[in-house]
C-alpha cells in the first residue's frame, strides 16, 4: 500500500514535471524559431549590402572606362586644332575666297565621316568651306581674343545640313591670323565632329543596351544624352529633376547625388521607382568642361545572377529555419526525451555552420574576381602608352605618310605585345597545364632592364620617391630566353616596390650576370624597397592567385592580386627562383636567379635621361652617316628640335664639306665609324690634322654600332670626344650634344 502511495505520488510529480516543462519547452522553442528569423532576416541584409557595394564598384569602373574613352576621342580633336592651327598660319591667307578654299583643302585632305572645320574671327563669326560667314549662337563658348584656350559645345549648326548634334572642340590660336585684303582677324578655329562618334558610348557597355548615359553639367543640365532616351529620366532638360522623387536605398539620397555632382566626383547610388523598379545610376567627371558623365542601368541587368544567388540563399535559409520549426514541433508533439532533442538541435547547428562557412567563401572568391576584373587596366596600361605614343606621332606628320607607315608598324607591335599579355594574364589555366610555349630568342639584358625600369620610374615622376639602378654587371650581356615573360616578371615585382613604398621612401634595382660554364649564365636580379613590408602570414601565401595582405589599405593599393602569381608561374616554367625576405614597416626585397645560354653581342650604351633640348635650338650639326634609314632618323631627332643639319654619306665627303665651308660653320659633328671610301675614325684624323681654327677643338661624337670597350678607345685615341652606341636612343644623344654644348672645353668623357 505505501508502496502504491510511493507510486502515486511519484506519478504525480511526474505529471507536475510534464506539466511545468511542456510550456517551458513551447516557449523555448518559440523564442529559438524567432532567433532564426532574425538572424537569417539579418545576414539577408548584410549579404544585400556587400552585392550592392560589389555592383557599385563595378558600374563606376564602367562609367570611368567610358570617361576615359570620351576623354581620348577629345583629346585627340584638340591634336587635330592644334595641327590644324599651325598649318593655318604656315598657310599665309590673304582674304576670305582664301580662307574658304583652304578650309575646303583641309577637310578634303583629312576626308573623315562627320568630320569638319571651322574657323571664327575677333567679331564671333565663323567660316566654313562653303563660304558662308555665320554668327556664332553658342551658349558657352565665347569668341575673343582673350577667351580660353579651349572651349567646348554640344550645338546644332544651322549651316549643317543634317540637324544634328555635333560637338564643337574651339582652340584660340597662339597668332592670331590677318586678312590683309579685308581686315578680318582670325582668332579661333575648331574642329566639328557629329556626336554620333560618341553614340555607341551612350549605349553602357556588357548590358545589352538596356542602359544609357548623359552628359550633364555641374547643376545636372543635360549637354547630351544620345538618340533616345530611357524610360526612367525621360526626354527633359534636367537630367536630376526626375530622380527627385525616386527612394534612394543603402544611405544614398538624391541631395548627396547633386552634391557629388557638382563638386566632381564619382560616385554610383540605387533607386526605386514608383513601381518598384530598381536601378543604378552612376555620376563619373570628365576632363571636359565641368561636364559629367551620368550611367542610368536596370539593376535587373547589372546584377541578375547575384540577385538569383541572394534569392537562392534566402530560399535555403528559410528552409534551414522550416527544419528547425519542424524538429522542434516533432520534439513537442512526440514529447521525445530531452537529449534526443538536444542531439537534434546541435547537428541542425552543425549544418548551419557548415553552410555559412560556404556562402563566405563562395563570397569571397567572387568578390577577388570581381575586383581583378575590375582593376584589369592598371597591368595592361603599359603597351597601351607605346600605342598612344606612336598614335601621336603619326597625328602630328599625318602629311608624311612614310612616316605613319612607320608608326603603324610599331603599333602593331605593341599590339601584338598587349595581347600576348592580356592572354597570358587571363588565362591561367593554360600557364598551371603547362600549355604556355616560351619562346628562346636573344635579348640584350641592359636594353631590358632600362625598359623595365624606365616603366617605373615613370610611375614615381610627381612623388617625393627615389628609384637607383646598378647594372653595371650585364653591360655586355645578352641571353637567349622569352624576353616578353621576363619584361612582365620584372615590371610586376617592380610596380610592387613603387606601388607599396611610401613618399621619400627608396625603391633600389640591382643586377648581375655569372658565367657558369657551358655557355650558360646566371642572371641575378634584387628588387629592395623600405616600404610597407609584408607580415610573415602574408609571406606564405604571396604567390597564389589573387592574394592580398588583409591589413592593407586597399583603397590606396588597389590591384589583381594576380601579379606576384604570374610571377612565380612564369618562373617555374623558365626553371628560374624567387627568394622574399621582408619585414611589416621596414620593406621587402626579391631575388630572382634564371640560368640562360649567352650570345657573344656588342655592348649596349647605358640610357642617360633627357635634357633641356632647348638649348639645342639652332646648333649647327654636320651628321656623317651612309645608311640611309639610321641618316633618316637621326636627321628627324635633331630637326625636331630646332638644329641646322648637313649631311654627308662617307667620311670624304664630310671632310670635304668641312674644309670647303667657312670656320665656325659647325659647331658639333655626328660620326659614323663603318663607312665606305672613307671610315669615321680617318675623316675624325684628317680633320684634327686640317689647318682651320676650330679643326682641333670642335666636338666630334661617334655614332657605330662598334660597341665594345677596345672601339670606344679607337675612336677617343682618333680625336672624337665621345662615343654612342647604336641603336641610338633619342635621350642619350640629345644629352651628349646639351652636355657638348654646355662644358667651357674639349675634354674626352667616357
Known amino acids: 500500500m505505501k508502496n502504491k502511495e510511493n507510486s502515486m505520488n511519484s506519478g504525480q510529480e511526474h505529471n507536475v514535471r510534464r506539466a511545468v516543462r511542456f510550456p517551458m519547452l513551447l516557449m523555448g522553442c518559440i523564442a529559438v524559431f524567432a532567433v532564426v528569423i532574425l538572424l537569417t532576416f ?15 564598384a563595378y558600374m563606376t569602373e564602367i562609367s570611368a572606362q567610358v570617361v576615359s574613352t570620351t576623354d581620348t576621342v577629345a583629346n585627340a580633336q584638340w591634336n587635330l586644332a592644334a595641327f590644324l592651327s599651325n598649318r593655318m598660319r604656315a598657310s599665309r591667307i590673304s ?12 577637310n578634303e585632305i583629312h576626308n573623315q565621316d562627320k568630320l569638319y572645320f571651322l574657323v571664327f574671327d575677333n567679331e564671333g563669326n565663323y567660316y566654313d568651306a562653303a563660304g558662308i560667314r555665320v554668327r556664332w549662337q553658342g551658349s558657352l563658348m565665347s569668341i575673343q581674343v582673350d577667351s580660353p584656350k579651349r572651349q567646348v559645345e554640344v550645338i546644332t549648326l544651322s549651316t549643317t545640313p543634317k540637324n544634328n548634334d555635333e560637338m564643337v572642340f574651339l582652340l584660340r590660336m597662339e597668332t592670331p591670323v590677318v586678312l590683309k585684303a579685308e581686315g578680318v582677324t582670325l582668332t579661333h578655329v575648331a574642329v566639328v565632329r557629329d556626336m554620333d562618334i560618341f553614340y555607341e558610348q551612350f549605349q553602357v557597355p556588357s548590358f545589352e543596351g538596356f542602359g544609357e548615359n548623359f552628359f550633364v553639367s ?4 543635360r549637354v547630351y544624352r544620345g538618340k533616345s532616351y530611357s524610360e526612367v529620366i525621360g526626354d527633359v532638360y534636367n537630367v536630376l529633376k526626375p530622380l527627385e522623387g525616386m527612394s534612394f536605398r543603402f544611405g544614398g539620397s538624391y541631395e548627396k547625388l547633386k552634391e557629388t555632382i557638382a563638386s566632381k566626383e564619382k560616385c554610383c547610388m540605387e533607386f526605386s521607382d514608383a513601381e518598384n523598379t530598381h536601378y543604378y545610376v552612376t555620376s563619373v567627371p570628365m576632363g571636359i568642361n565641368d561636364w559629367s558623365i551620368l550611367s542610368v542601368v536596370p539593376s535587373s541587368v547589372v546584377s541578375a545572377q547575384m540577385q538569383h544567388f541572394l534569392n537562392m540563399t534566402l530560399f535555403g535559409m528559410g528552409a534551414i529555419a522550416l527544419l528547425v520549426l519542424a524538429a522542434i514541433s516533432t520534439a513537442i508533439l512526440l514529447i521525445v526525451r530531452y537529449r534526443t532533442s538536444q542531439q537534434l538541435l546541435h547537428r541542425q547547428a552543425e549544418m548551419n555552420a557548415a553552410l555559412q562557412e560556404a556562402v563566405q567563401t563562395a563570397e569571397e572568391a567572387s568578390r577577388a574576381k570581381t575586383v581583378f576584373l575590375s582593376h584589369m587596366s592598371h597591368d595592361i596600361r603599359t603597351p597601351i602608352n607605346g600605342i598612344m605614343g606612336m598614335t601621336d606621332i603619326a597625328v602630328r606628320n599625318l602629311g608624311d605618310t612614310g612616316r605613319v607607315a612607320d608608326c603603324l608598324k610599331k603599333i602593331t607591335v605593341s599590339s601584338k605585345h598587349l595581347l600576348s599579355l592580356v592572354n597570358d594574364v587571363l588565362d591561367m589555366s593554360r600557364i598551371e597545364s603547362g600549355k604556355v610555349r616560351l619562346e628562346q630568342k636573344p635579348f640584350y639584358v641592359e636594353a631590358l632592364l632600362d625598359a623595365c625600369y624606365s616603366l617605373a620610374a615613370g610611375q614615381v615622376q610627381e612623388r617625393s620617391l627615389t628609384m637607383k639602378k646598378e647594372f653595371s654587371g650585364v653591360e655586355q650581356l645578352v641571353l637567349t630566353g622569352d624576353e616578353l615573360h621576363l619584361r612582365q616578371i620584372i615590371i610586376n615585382i617592380l610596380g610592387n616596390a613603387v606601388k607599396f613604398t611610401p613618399d621619400d621612401g627608396e625603391v633600389v ?3 648581375c650576370g655569372k658565367d657558369v660554364g657551358g655557355e650558360m649564365s646566371e642572371l641575378t636580379l634584387i628588387i629592395q624597397d623600405n616600404g610597407i613590408g609584408m ?4 609571406q606564405q601565401k604571396i604567390f597564389e592567385p589573387f592574394a592580398q595582405a588583409e591589413d592593407s589599405p586597399k583603397s590606396r593599393y588597389k590591384g589583381t592580386g594576380l601579379g606576384m602569381s604570374i610571377v612565380k608561374q612564369f618562373l617555374d616554367l623558365m626553371g628560374g627562383s624567387i627568394e622574399l625576405q621582408s619585414v611589416p614597416g621596414q620593406g621587402s626585397k626579391f631575388t630572382v636567379r634564371l640560368c640562360l645560354p649567352n650570345v657573344t653581342a656588342p655592348l649596349r650604351q647605358e640610357h642617360v635621361p633627357d635634357d633641356d633640348v632647348s638649348l639645342l635650338k639652332g646648333l649647327r650639326v654636320l651628321l656623317v652617316e651612309d645608311n640611309e634609314l639610321n641618316m633618316e632618323i637621326a636627321r628627324y631627332i635633331l630637326d625636331e628640335c630646332g638644329m641646322e643639319v648637313t649631311g654627308a654619306e662617307n667620311g670624304l665627303k664630310a671632310v670635304e664639306i668641312f674644309k670647303d665651308r667657312p670656320e665656325g660653320s659647325f659647331d658639333v659633328i655626328l660620326m659614323d665609324v663603318m663607312m665606305p671610301v672613307m671610315d669615321g675614325l680617318e675623316a675624325t684624323r684628317t680633320i684634327r690634322a686640317g689647318s682651320q681654327s676650330d679643326a682641333k677643338t670642335i666636338p666630334v661624337i661617334a655614332m657605330t654600332a662598334n660597341a665594345y670597350a677596345e672601339d670606344r678607345r679607337a675612336v677617343l685615341e682618333a680625336g672624337m670626344n665621345r662615343h654612342l652606341a647604336k641603336p641610338i636612343e633619342r635621350e642619350e644623344l640629345l644629352h651628349a650634344l646639351v652636355e657638348l654644348r654646355t662644358r667651357t672645353n674639349d675634354s674626352c668623357i667616357e
Open 535 to 538: 607580415s610573415e602570414d602574408f
Open 42 to 56: 539579418l545576414f539577408y541584409r548584410s549579404l544585400e549590402r556587400e552585392i550592392y557595394k560589389e555592383r557599385a
Open 218 to 221: 555641374s547643376v545636372g543640365t
Open 95 to 106: 582674304d576670305t575666297a582664301e580662307l574658304t578654299e583652304w578650309i575646303a583643302s583641309e
Open 509 to 511: 634595382f640591382t643586377a
